[in-house]
């Protein structure tokens, strides 16, 4: 049979015409436009497909009606990959000059070209001040749809949004500005919008007005009852049914009426078109099925055949618009989705809900808790944005809900149960452990498993679920140090029968001749001496272990509560704060004055320690009302990317070098002492000569420059053909040896400064990059590391020593005379420790970087400092054990230690310096103590721990 569709009275998709008929009025229309008129920047940022454009369209037209010039600005037009700052400002300008008829008044090329002294952002506000207001009498509305466009900038558009924030606050100079106010419409949060996240004076987030976009209720949604009452005289329970299946979201709604409408034919038992029941119709018939229901327990059996056909009849005339309308929801939009799916909407969601970065697992563990319906109190936390931006949950009250029971339907546990199953390499193993209601251990991650595991829940925000499986799991590893416990105990067990033995030897020795009893009682006295020394020894050694990993699990318990807790949970921070004190006060007295790092039997409280207290320290007003020093200080250094970054060997200043071609010199407190420029193209590595005089650079062209500290250049040389990539000073600075990225590495002498050109002392044999060049603490020999991951060990007659089997991606000299050794790190992490002297591995163990670029020794050689590409610089002492962990803002690019160990300086992707303490046990249990002196609350508490 076939069906002619008739034409929709609703539209799917799209802005809906100022007219439209099936436009649906909500809160947030008068909302919008009354904001707006009264000069207020508001924002509409919500999931897709929730009305914003058709608002924006009714909000112009109604704006446009008091006489308000309004231009609607959709900036993904202008582009995103590809586009420079100047192309993306230049199109915001001329959209603007088509909008508001501006061509007549200026030519935007001249104007734009006239002014390319000024950078661009600078260019479009002098536009706004100059043009645009002194051109438009009237009131002036700017409106900026798909502003999460900018997300795929290749720059920041942070400025783009101060600029909006300056038009408001010129307000108070300037009376002119009071007649222009903006509005943002996208798909983002504003917190996803403003990219330097340290910034919140420039957004015009903290001064603006949201504007809620919820789904229809029915009362709003009576103009789509119109289309419905063409097809059946029972529009509003059909319209009631719609409601319930798509929650009022306006994308939904106006799909499935649309549906309805075209695939009538589907109504099937719906009755013929009849009154509806009005008033309390409705309820009569109910209560007469259900008197009828009462009065059939006394009729024959024919009679109550009867009855309960007719009962059924009036349930059939009551619900057919619920099973309608369910009908056309499974077999049109739920069933095989994926092909009914247009125009695109679930899929849509899906991409968002399943988009893989490092809130995937915990933003799928909150929605499964939602479908589970486990309550969950809205806040603002990065995964809770992500979700509700899906459009999937909505807030209702102070509660997050599912949207709608299409959703539930399509996006149910099963499929994210398999996704979640998809992403943990441990999905099986934590399926059975929480089946056995976390008491089968043998489903727990042990050794390889373990390390990958964290390895890939390194910066990732997991659900609670994954934090109790790895940290039972981690719990479980401490069983092998329980080992050493029960060696421990059965050498105390041999010591004590070696001393029953003994005994029994001298009772049996007595019984011998009276001329040896001298002999047996200095072998009793031995015998008993050495088991005694044998057992204590063994006890000590169950003890230390004993203790060891109690400081270690109470450590650990410190820092997965803190690391669980937002910023701005001060309380729960502060609590694990105090564990973290307990566990350092016991490792400090277990370890008393014993200086080397190397040596601590658990380093798990420095750890704990140092990143609670970062916690705290970052939130400013936490940080005001206690006495916690400045931890770690940051500038911006260069505009685009650091190259390199040192310390020199005083510890008075801090030299970097960037991609712009600069030097800079800077005071500890970030004052700029002396700039200069290099004239290397791009400078790619700088680097102080062990008596701090001098300052070599590498750059781009080829060249080395020596330069003084006030930018005076003292040499230059040629170094190779193409870019050199790597300098290191010999430790008496006379020689300094060069790398580049073809195949070259070579020595130069420097010292006396050589009045002709000296040939180099070439380091052959080398194929493509070479990626460093080291001497090594004394300057016997250095090493060469090229782009295959070789390390090559020369004498300083460039005669090759030896080839070392390592993959190494980076490698450091410790400067401790008394260590003789140097350190490698891999790719994936793994770092190995060699002997200086016969070039050996000592030790090896894997760091938690899966993808590791770089190494440093600390001066004293007690620590290594290792770099990834997740923002982030790990410390570890010699026994591979982590002590530190710092998070910066930006790809970290160098870093350099200070001469005495105690500050480390980080040089940033996008021009940032930041400079930050390195603290000791000692150190860290001081700030901490210190930090609860204004807090009466805990001194009962403080005063134990910190006496």
């Known amino acids: 049979m076939n069906f002619t569709t008739k034409p929709s009275y609703y539209q799917v998709g799209g802005s809906l015409t100022n007219n439209a008929p099936?436009?649906?009025?909500?809160?947030?229309?008068?909302d919008f436009y009354n904001g707006l008129k009264a000069g207020e920047f508001c924002y509409v940022l919500n999931s897709r497909q929730m009305g914003k454009s058709s608002l924006q369209v009714r909000t112009i037209q109604r704006l446009r009606s008091e006489g308000i010039a309004c231009a609607a600005i959709d900036i993904s037009e202008i582009g995103n990959r590809g586009v420079t700052p100047e192309q993306w400002y230049a199109g915001l300008l001329r959209i603007l000059e088509n909008n508001f008829n501006l061509s007549d008044v200026v030519n935007v090329r001249t104007w734009w070209?006239?002014?390319?002294?000024?950078?661009?952002?600078?260019?479009?506000?002098?536009?706004?001040?100059?043009?645009l207001l002194a051109n438009i009498a009237s009131n002036i509305v700017i409106f900026i749809d798909e502003i999460d466009s900018i997300l795929a900038l290749d720059f920041s558009a942070d400025d783009f949004l101060a600029l909006i924030r300056s038009c408001y606050n010129k307000r108070a100079n300037n009376s002119e500005f009071d007649r222009l106010t903006w509005a943002l419409l996208g798909v983002a949060s504003p917190t996803d919008l403003c990219r330097d996240k340290n910034v919140s004076n420039n957004t015009?987030?903290?001064?603006?007005?949201?504007?809620?976009?919820?789904?229809?209720?029915?009362?709003?949604?009576?103009?789509?009852?119109?289309?419905?009452?063409?097809?059946?005289?029972?529009?509003?329970?059909?319209?009631?049914?719609?409601?319930?299946?798509?929650?009022?979201?306006?994308f939904l709604t106006q799909k499935l009426c649309k549906?309805?409408?075209?695939?009538?034919?589907?109504?099937?038992?719906?009755?013929?078109?009849?009154?509806?029941?009005?008033?309390?119709?409705?309820?009569?018939?109910?209560?007469?099925?259900?008197?009828?229901?009462?009065?059939?327990?006394?009729?024959?059996?024919?009679?109550?055949?009867?009855?309960?056909?007719?009962?059924?009849?009036?349930?059939?005339?009551?619900?057919?618009?619920?099973?309608?309308?369910?009908?056309?929801?499974?077999?049109k939009i739920v069933d095989n989705w994926e092909s009914q799916d247009v125009p695109e909407h679930l899929s849509t969601i899906r991409d968002r809900l399943f988009k893989e970065n490092q809130r995937i697992v915990r933003r799928l563990g909150l929605y499964q808790h939602i479908l589970l319906q486990v309550e969950v109190i809205p806040d603002s936390t990065a995964e809770q944005m992500e979700l509700r931006l899906t459009g999937l949950i909505v807030k209702i009250g102070n509660k997050l809900r599912l949207a709608n029971p299409i959703y539930e339907a399509i996006f149910n546990n099963t499929i994210v149960q398999q996704k979640l199953d998809e992403l943990a390499p441990y999905s099986s193993a934590i399926k059975a452990w929480f089946n056995s209601h976390c008491q089968d251990n043998s489903q727990l991650l042990q050794g390889k498993d373990l390390q990958s595991s964290l390895?890939?829940?390194?910066?990732?925000?997991?659900?609670?679920?994954?934090?109790?499986?790895?940290?039972?799991?981690?719990?479980?590893?401490?069983?092998?140090?329980?080992?050493?416990?029960?060696?421990?105990?059965?050498?105390?067990?041999?010591?004590?029968?070696?001393?029953?033995?003994?005994?029994?030897e001298t009772q049996a020795s007595k019984q011998k001749a009276k001329q040896w009893i001298g002999l047996g009682s200095a072998a009793l006295a031995l015998s008993l001496a050495g088991a005694i020394g044998f057992s204590t020894l063994a006890y000590q050694r169950?003890?230390?272990?004993?203790?060891?990993?109690?400081?270690?699990?109470?450590?650990?318990?410190?820092?997965?509560?803190?690391?669980?807790?937002?910023?701005?949970?001060?309380?729960?921070?502060?609590?694990?704060?105090?564990?973290?004190?307990?566990?350092?006060?016991?490792?400090?007295?277990?370890?008393?004055?014993?200086?080397?790092?190397?040596?601590?039997?658990?380093?798990?409280?420095?750890?704990?320690?140092?990143?609670?207290?970062d916690k705290l320290s970052s939130n400013k007003q936490q940080l005001q009302q206690s006495s916690?020093?400045?931890?770690?200080?940051?500038?911006?250094?260069?505009?685009?990317?650091?190259?390199?970054?040192?310390?020199?060997?005083?510890?008075?200043?801090?030299?970097?070098?960037?991609?712009?071609?600069?030097?800079?010199?800077?005071?500890?407190?970030?004052?700029?002492?002396?700039?200069?420029?290099?004239?290397?193209?791009?400078?790619?590595?700088?680097?102080?000569?062990?008596?701090?005089?001098i300052l070599a650079t590498a750059g781009k062209d080829s060249t080395v420059k020596l330069w003084d500290l006030s930018g005076k250049k003292i040499y230059k040389f040629q170094a190779m053909s193409g870019s050199v990539t790597s300098i290191s000073f010999s430790p008496d600075s006379k020689f300094l040896a060069a790398a580049g990225i073809e195949s070259n590495a070579a020595i130069w002498q420097i010292s006396p400064i050589p009045k002709t050109r000296l040939l180099p002392v070439f380091l052959p044999g080398h194929n493509g990059l070479v990626r460093s060049v080291n001497f090594s603490q004394n300057g016997d020999f250095l090493t060469t590391l090229d782009g295959k991951s070789t390390v090559r060990i020369w004498n300083s007659s460039g005669k090759l020593i030896q080839k070392i089997p390592v993959q190494a991606i980076g490698i450091s000299f410790s400067l401790n005379q008394q260590q003789q050794r140097f350190a490698t790190v891999t790719l994936n992490g793994k770092i190995g420790l060699w002997n200086l002297s016969n070039q050996e591995l000592v030790k090896e163990f894997q760091t938690l970087h899966l993808d590791a670029k770089s190494i440093s020794f600390s001066p004293d050689g007690e620590r290594l400092a290792t770099v990834g590409i997740d923002k982030t610089v790990r410390l570890w002492n010699l026994?591979?054990?982590?002590?530190?962990?710092?998070?910066?803002?930006?790809?970290?690019?160098?870093?350099?230690?200070?001469?005495?160990?105690?500050?480390?300086?980080?040089?940033?992707?996008?021009g940032t310096v930041w400079l930050r303490k390195v603290e000791s046990l000692k150190e860290l249990l001081k700030e901490s103590c210190n930090f609860f002196t204004n807090q009466p609350e805990y001194l009962t508490r403080v005063s134990s721990l910190c006496q």
């Open 22 to 30: 099936n436009y649906v009025k909500r809160h947030a229309d008068d």
């Open 113 to 131: 070209r006239d002014r390319n002294f000024l950078a661009p952002v600078q260019r479009l506000s002098e536009f706004i001040e100059t043009v």
């Open 204 to 250: 015009p987030f903290n001064i603006g007005k949201a504007i809620e976009l919820t789904g229809f209720d029915e009362t709003e949604a009576q103009p789509l009852a119109a289309g419905l009452a063409e097809i059946t005289d029972s529009s509003q329970e059909v319209l009631r049914e719609v409601l319930y299946w798509t929650g009022g979201q306006p």
């Open 259 to 331: 549906l309805l409408f075209e695939n009538s034919h589907l109504i099937g038992d719906l009755p013929p078109p009849a009154p509806p029941y009005q008033g309390g119709e409705k309820e009569q018939v109910n209560n007469f099925i259900q008197t009828e229901k009462e009065q059939l327990k006394n009729l024959p059996q024919i009679e109550k055949e009867q009855v309960n056909n007719f009962i059924q009849g009036q349930k059939q005339q009551l619900n057919n618009p619920k099973e309608w309308v369910e009908k056309v929801v499974r077999l």
């Open 455 to 504: 390895i890939w829940a390194a910066e990732k925000s997991l659900r609670n679920e994954d934090f109790q499986f790895l940290t039972a799991s981690q719990k479980l590893m401490f069983t092998a140090q329980n080992q050493l416990l029960e060696s421990t105990k059965l050498e105390i067990t041999q010591a004590v029968n070696d001393a029953q033995k003994a005994q029994l």
């Open 542 to 613: 169950f003890k230390l272990a004993q203790a060891s990993i109690e400081i270690e699990q109470t450590g650990s318990d410190a820092l997965l509560l803190a690391v669980s807790q937002k910023t701005e949970n001060s309380q729960a921070l502060s609590e694990a704060l105090l564990r973290a004190i307990a566990s350092g006060k016991a490792l400090k007295n277990l370890v008393k004055n014993q200086p080397h790092l190397e040596l601590y039997p658990a380093t798990r409280p420095l750890l704990a320690l140092q990143v609670i207290l």
């Open 628 to 693: 916690l020093p400045l931890r770690k200080m940051n500038w911006k250094a260069h505009k685009g990317a650091i190259t390199s970054v040192a310390f020199s060997p005083d510890r008075q200043i801090i030299a970097t070098a960037g991609v712009d071609d600069s030097v800079r010199i800077w005071s500890l407190s970030g004052q700029k002492l002396s700039e200069w420029k290099a004239l290397q193209k791009s400078i790619n590595v700088l680097n102080f000569s062990p008596d701090g005089k």
């Open 879 to 910: 026994a591979g054990r982590q002590v530190a962990q710092f998070e910066f803002a930006e790809n970290v690019v160098s870093v350099s230690w200070s001469r005495d160990g105690k500050q480390i300086a980080v040089a940033g992707s996008n």
